[in-house]
């Protein structure tokens, strides 16, 4: 697969970035989220320097992944489990079924 250079805007700065081609459109959306959500965050916290800018966007999209994968986890948990408690429990009905 051949790679395609793409130029995105970051904090003002423009940038190219070779990305798979086919890919462009998911790389440019990805950008343009953490290009706002440098804005937003530095609105917030009235911080101006690109560098820590940079490391505190980094942690909070750490931190969303992590909440995000714990939370998958425990749903696939729950899933597992109600599918092992149907399972016991088509297994004791077939149990109880008369032989023929």
Known sequence: MSNQAVEIKILGRTLKVNCPTGQEAAL??????????LQNLS?????SNPEQLLMFAGLNICSELHSERREKDNKADDLSNRISQLAE???????NQPKR
């Open 28 to 37: 440019i959306a990805a950008a343009e989220d953490f290009d706002q959500r």
């Open 43 to 47: 609105e917030r916290t009235k911080v």
């Open 89 to 95: 429990t088509l297994d004791k009905a077939l149990q």
